[in-house]
T-cell receptor
Framework: SQQGEEDPQALSIQEGENATMNCSYK?????LQWYRQNSGRGLVHLIL?????REKHSGRLRVTLDTSKKSSSLLITASRAADTASYFC????????????FGRGTSLIVHP | GAVVSQHPSWVICKSGTSVKIECRSL??????MFWYRQFPKQSLMLMAT?????????EQGVEKDKFLINHASLTLSTLTVTSAHPEDSSFYIC??????????FGPGTRLTVT
């Protein structure tokens, strides 16, 4: 199985700034997902982007996918203290599977 | 979104005892449920996949006799950690998958084995 790797591992910003997290993966995928996890809690699905999509928006979230570079980015605009959490990218366990395998995540801290 | 609950949210048990964790899909039928474990500041590692009414499929390196999974109905799956040891202390998270691709995660169960 392949695993996405997020970068940076930790990010600390001020409220109102934008936060960008990157994810790189190794083999071809048909979809990539981003999740959020508040400390000591379960995961919340943020967005899924398919391999034939280059960009997707959801509220203050913008996700891009570059299949030629095998990378994705998650941009949170106008961040808020409540955005403080860990963010994970997830790639399919195998082939066309939708079972996600997770990277180690980016820990985002937004200071009020 | 759909809701998945876990019970208990945290448990402390003595080494050698068994612990059962429940995972319920509250407002949808989860044809497939997944169990993950997560160590501090680490990724979620998939332990097993279970489909209602059939045996769970375990990931490589996960002992099926130690981590017993039962998916008796479309809304309930249980994970029993048998003869728990301190190294089993971890955060266990379940998720349920409905008809679509999306998985809905439970809030997790913190297991501490003393």
């Amino acid at each position: 199985s392949q695993q996405g790797e997020e970068d940076p591992q930790a990010l600390s910003i001020q409220e109102g700034e934008n936060a960008t997290m990157n994810c790189s993966y190794k083999t071809s995928i048909n979809n990539l997902q981003w999740y959020r996890q508040n400390s000591g809690r379960g995961l919340v699905h943020l967005i899924l982007i398919r391999s034939n999509e280059r960009e997707k928006h959801s509220g203050r979230l913008r996700v891009t996918l570059d299949t030629s570079k095998k990378s994705s980015s998650l941009l949170i605009t106008a961040s808020r203290a409540a955005d403080t959490a860990s963010y994970f990218c997830a790639t399919p366990q195998s082939g066309g599977s939708y079972i996600p395998t997770f990277g180690r995540g980016t820990s985002l801290i937004v200071h009020p | 979104g759909a809701v998945v609950s876990q019970h208990p949210s945290w448990v402390i048990c003595k080494s050698g005892t068994s612990v059962k964790i429940e995972c319920r899909s509250l407002d949808f039928q989860a044809t497939t449920m997944f169990w993950y474990r997560q160590f501090p500041k680490q990724s979620l590692m998939l332990m097993a996949t279970s489909n209602e009414g059939s045996k769970a499929t375990y990931e490589q390196g996960v002992e099926k006799d130690k981590f017993l999974i039962n998916h008796a109905s479309l809304t309930l799956s249980t994970l029993t950690v048998t003869s728990a040891h301190p190294e089993d202390s971890s955060f266990y998270i379940c998720s349920g998958k409905g008809q679509g691709y999306e998985q809905y995660f439970g809030p997790g169960t913190r297991l501490t084995v003393t």
